[in-house]
């Protein structure tokens, strides 16, 4: 088993969102009892089988880097976060659906990990809505995951989920939204594990099946890193 391959994928999102929940559900596939807030970055590791049922099927690791801080730290504070980018296969992007501004500093989120020279007060224009052409030529695989569907109440989910849908859409990604503190939102066979799933493959076909990777360029490879790998869950 310890010979297996290996993608990484960062868990992005503002402070509170529910990252750490997530990444406990995806990985232990169980609810995180006593969340924490996290410090530098935390790594958990899932086992996915790519393809699965093919004759293609192969086993590999997924390591979810739980990047903490805000998306409006100090320069110091990101350069250090920084670290963390390297090497990257692909991007969660995690949102508060309760919380507007959560799904918009996706987009910081998104160009701070991907480390595009923008200056950010200009993507953002008077009504609200973001210059998609600043994301048109990304290749970096990418899944936005609304939490905390259980906090919005059953008159107001329709409108909610309207509002944030054009955040998929924008990013050339699927969207999943859920509550991390109920484990049937992933249950196998269910189309959020389908979706889960789904994105696992196209990363690892980006990693090991495509000459071209897009991994996040910029950094040196570091073979340490800050966070602790936890137990393993197989999908």
């Not at 790519?50 to 590999?60: A, C, F, L, Q, V």
């Not at 809505?129 to 990304?138: G, H, P, T």
Request: glycine fraction near 6%.
């Amino acid at each position: 088993m310890a010979s297996l391959d290996r993608v990484k994928v960062l868990v992005l999102g503002d402070s509170g969102v529910g990252k750490s929940s997530l990444v406990h559900l995806l990985c232990q596939n169980q609810v995180l009892g006593n969340p924490s807030w996290t410090v530098g970055c935390s790594v958990d590791v899932r086992v996915h089988d790519y393809k699965e049922g093919t004759p293609e099927e192969k086993t590999y690791y997924i390591e979810l880097w739980d990047v903490g801080g805000s998306v409006g730290s100090a320069s110091s504070v990101k350069s250090t976060r920084a670290v963390f980018y390297n090497s990257v296969n692909g991007i969660i992007l995690v949102h508060d659906l309760t919380n507007k501004k959560s799904s918009q500093n996706l987009y910081r989120w998104s160009m701070e990990a991907l480390n595009r020279d923008l200056v950010l007060t200009r993507v953002l224009v008077t009504n609200g809505d973001y210059d998609r052409e600043q994301f048109a030529d990304n290749q970096m695989p990418l899944l936005v995951i609304g939490t905390k569907l259980d906090q919005i109440h059953e008159t107001k989910r329709h409108e909610v989920l309207t509002r944030t849908a054009f955040l998929a859409e924008d990013f050339n990604a699927e969207e999943i939204n859920l509550d991390c503190t109920n484990p049937r939102y992933l249950a196998a066979g269910s189309s959020n594990a389908v979706k889960i799933s789904r994105f696992f493959d196209k990363v690892i076909e980006k990693r090991y099946f495509l000459r071209d990777s897009n991994q996040i360029p910029g950094f040196p490879d570091r073979k340490r890193f800050g966070g602790t790998l936890k137990s393993l869950h197989y999908d």
